[in-house]
């Protein structure tokens, strides 16, 4: 694939992977919630996006050392090599912003992971747990921005609405051997719909009607097609260690 | 109850004769004052200063390392690297948790750093500028606080004390990644070991100058020493921590900028050359590296916050509101049930 010289050929092999997009998913994710450090709005959620960033930080650790070398396959491949979503790359904007996101994505793999364990997926058991746990946390952001004041009840509209268009590639199937190649889909869909809907009810937040992906026919993250911000991200999570090649930290 | 008023107080307060005399003999005793206890309001002001700064440093330094964490040059540096500055926001909480016991809130406190009439470790206006000064941070930076804070733990305030002790521990571990940082570094290419050495030239002075101007010209020292919520001189510290740090730098295979370092074998300790007060009083009065940026971010992080904790606020408000509804609804209902019955 482009953008992958330099792997060595146990990393390289992994590229195929069906793990591979998901461990990235909680790389990039993992990655933007870092970014917060030091500017969240109360000490109390600096101590909870840390929380919720090493968690998903720990499971693409999990999941890289079943692939490959894990500083190889997060620091030597190129922007179109990553397969996470781009719901996950997504800047973090404002706090809103950055809760929705959450919310879109942590339902979604919450409802994965319980999937995957059922499945036989060694590392998914561990995961449903800790994706129960943020996804709960960014319900209840959820619940109070939109149901807050009239500002916090407009910014979290926004962000639902400008974040929408990247919820529909989360369902598109990940093809691949083993319990990834086994998922349903569609019941996925289902119970994440279910869930945000009723979520946004109690939130007062109106569930957009906007198309849930773009229209561009050469597909999204898993295909390695990517926003304009992640190559920006890249750059900065990769200088340094592209920059002593061969070196150990 | 018989009393007698003693001293100025500045909350007018009476001081029962027997109050003192529990705090004095609690304070010759070595025993702990507890929030309930009758305290000097001067004491009280003491604490609450020193454990805000405490607070106030802990949340400021987490942007000279929360600098680094997009850039960490590997997954388990950059995981190692999340849980320290995480911890260092736990440490903020505790501590403004604890001053919290003195009557004071959280709220206050950050008004008067974000307003600049409280203070942060000066340490903190010192910019990282390579990947080697989140180890030498750790290892000196958090090395220093340690030395300072250790002693914190037998402090003669009950709830700051026992504070300590979490946070010591924690930072003990944080002191140890910061020499593990360095040791692969130093032992890493030519490069990565130049960079090392760069990082501890440019943070053993400003380490030095964490433990306060010198015992004659520390304002506050005599009587925080006699109050027992100070247990050792600055200077005193300060001699501990190069005696520590010198064959720590050895094992390191680095080197402290400081040609005056050598072994006094009278003393039995290191002799170490004359520190730059000028330095420190200059950064001390806002003419640090950072000190603009720090405070900036600061300000602005809880200014872009304020429409999120107004919305928590509104929200729990509403809430509530519509519990006390439902309950005295539920209540309604009950009577109703059991007259009608």
């Known amino acids: 694939m482009t953008g992958s010289e330099g792997l060595s050929a146990r990393s390289a ?232 090649p061969g070196a150990s930290w | 109850m018989t009393s007698v008023l003693l001293g100025e107080g500045t909350q007018g307060s009476a001081e029962p004769v027997e109050s003192v005399a529990a705090f004095d003999s609690a304070i010759a005793a070595d025993e702990r004052i507890e929030p309930r206890d009758w305290m000097p309001d001067d004491y009280r002001r003491t604490l609450v200063r020193q454990m805000a700064q405490h607070a106030h440093s802990e949340i400021i330094g987490m942007q000279p390392e929360a600098n680094w964490i997009t850039r960490a040059p590997s997954l388990r540096r950059k995981a190692i690297l999340m849980a320290k500055v995480q911890d260092e926001a736990g440490h903020g909480l505790y501590l403004y948790s604890a001053a919290e016991t003195l009557g004071t809130s959280r709220e206050e406190l950050l008004d008067k750093l974000h307003s600049g009439r409280q203070k942060y470790s000066s340490i903190f206006n010192y910019p990282t500028l390579t990947w080697a000064d989140v180890g030498a941070i750790g290892w000196l930076v958090d090395g220093a606080a340690i030395t300072n804070q250790v002693p914190l733990c037998r402090c003669s305030y009950g709830p700051y004390a026992r504070a300590m002790i979490r946070i010591c521990k924690e930072e003990s571990f944080h002191q140890r990644q910061g020499f593990e940082l360095l040791l692969a570094l130093s032992r890493g290419t030519e490069a990565q070991h130049a960079m090392a050495q760069d990082s501890v030239d440019r943070w053993w002075w400003p380490s030095l100058m964490m433990f306060g101007p010198p015992d004659d010209e520390s304002s506050h020292s005599a009587r925080s020493m006699e109050w027992k919520i100070k247990r050792h001189s600055n200077d005193e510290l300060r001699q501990r921590f190069v005696d520590i740090c010198v064959p720590q730098a050895e094992a390191l295979g680095l080197t402290l900028p400081d040609p005056g370092l050598r072994w006094n074998e009278s003393r039995g300790h290191w002799d170490f050359g004359p520190i730059d007060w000028e330095e420190f009083k200059q950064v001390l009065q806002g003419n640090g590296p950072c000190n603009e940026e720090r405070i900036t971010r600061r300000r602005q992080a809880h200014e872009d916050g304020a429409w999120v904790r107004d919305a928590a606020a509104a929200y729990a408000a509403k809430h509530a509101a519509r519990g006390r509804g439902k309950v005295q609804e539920r209540t309604e209902t009950a009577v109703d049930t059991a007259v009608s019955a």
């Open chain 1, 13 to 244: 092999a992994a590229l195929s992977d069906p793990l591979l997009p998901l461990a990235d998913d909680s790389l990039v994710l993992s990655h933007r919630l870092g970014e917060w450090a030091g500017h969240a709005p109360v000490l109390e959620e600096e101590l909870a996006l840390a929380n919720i960033a090493l968690d998903l930080l720990g499971q693409a650790r999990a999941l890289y050392a079943e692939l490959g070398e894990e500083d190889e396959l997060a620091f030597l491949r190129e922007e179109r090599a990553f397969r996470n979503c781009q719901l996950a790359e997504q800047p973090g904007g404002d706090f809103a912003h950055t809760m929705v996101r959450q919310l879109y994505f942590s339902a979604w793999q919450e409802l994965l992971y319980a999937q995957l364990a059922e499945l036989g997926q060694p590392l998914a058991a561990k995961a449903v747990k800790e994706s129960e746990y943020h996804r709960d946390h960014a319900e209840h952001w959820t619940l109070r921005l939109g149901d807050g004041t009239e500002e916090s009840h407009a910014r979290a509209q926004r962000a639902a609405d400008s974040l929408w268009r990247f919820t529909g590639e989360l369902f598109e199937p990940i093809a691949g051997p083993g319990p990834v190649g086994e998922v349903d889909w569609d019941a996925l869909r289902t119970g994440w719909t279910e869930r945000i809907t009723r979520t946004f009810e109690r939130a007062t937040l109106t569930v957009p009607e906007s198309p849930q992906e773009g229209a561009w026919k050469a597909g999204a993250g898993r295909q390695g097609i990517h926003t304009e911000p992640f190559g920006r991200m890249l750059a900065e999570m990769q200088h340094l260690h592209r920059s002593h």
